[in-house]
T-cell receptor, first 114, second 112 residues
Framework: GAGVSQSPSNKVTEKGKDVELRCDPI?????LYWYRQSLGQGLEFLIY????????KSGLPSDRFSAERTGGSVSTLTIQRTQQEDSAVYLC????????????FGSGTRLTVV | DQQVKQNSPSLSVQEGRISILNCDYT??????FLWYKKYPAEGPTFLIS?????DKNEDGRFTVFLNKSAKHLSLHIVPSQPGDSAVYFC???????????FGKGTSLLVTP
């Protein structure tokens, strides 16, 4: 597609439920990144994919968070047993390679845990 | 710990004047710096970048200045336009990592 697509755009879930967030990167982009932005904070790095492998998972806040990427394309971020502190905007970005020369971000998924 | 700091949460500038957005960093390993612009309900969009081997990079109305000794960079927008009203994020990376370290952003309002 023309841009990075994320779904859903908004998600409200009850504390303790699992959620899945989806990212469709730009076709041909091999690098994919997940970030999140909590209220009043900057963007926080979560995980990086090169192709289907994740060489850097250092930003995942806990073992409740996991992510996968299949076919070198779509990525899913899963949060198990959601907590209120997980509420944030989750942003996906892709780039042609990992040279950090300006990602293209999606519009994000706003997650609210009630 | 916040390695990239934008100490001004907001800035208001008159149309036609210069907007100066500032950013400080603490990690001396950072060697590449970027500015992103974000409108409400949209993802950040890449604006301009600078490598640590340079001290200035210009692209149209946007210029980024880097002072490595002070660990400081700034984004100048001249002349400012109402459409520039957005949140501006400073980001930095090091050659050894893939992640960008972002500041908390500065909300710029350009008034007519």
């Amino acid at each position: 597609g023309a841009g990075v697509s994320q779904s859903p755009s908004n998600k409200v879930t009850e504390k303790g439920k699992d959620v899945e967030l989806r990212c469709d990167p730009i076709s041909g982009h091999t690098a994919l990144y997940w970030y999140r932005q909590s209220l009043g904070q900057g963007l926080e790095f979560l995980i990086y994919f090169q192709g289907n492998s994740a060489p850097d998972k250092s930003g995942l806040p806990s073992d409740r968070f996991s992510a996968e990427r299949t076919g070198g394309s779509v990525s899913t971020l899963t949060i198990q047993r959601t907590q209120q502190e997980d509420s944030a905007v989750y942003l996906c970005a892709s780039s042609y390679d990992n040279t950090n020369y300006g990602y293209t971000f999606g519009s994000g998924t706003r997650l609210t845990v009630v | 710990d916040q390695q990239v700091k934008q100490n001004s949460p907001s800035l208001s500038v008159q149309e036609g004047r210069i907007s100066i957005l500032n950013c400080d960093y603490t990690n001396s390993m950072f060697d590449y710096f970027l500015w992103y612009k974000k409108y409400p309900a949209e993802g950040p969009t890449f604006l301009i970048s600078i490598s640590s081997i340079k001290d200035k990079n210009e692209d149209g109305r946007f210029t980024v200045f880097l002072n490595k000794s002070a660990k400081h960079l700034s984004l100048h927008i001249v002349p400012s336009q109402p459409g520039d009203s957005a949140v501006y994020f400073c980001a930095a990376s090091s050659n050894s990592g893939y992640a960008l370290n972002f500041g908390k952003g500065t909300s710029l309002l350009v008034t007519p």
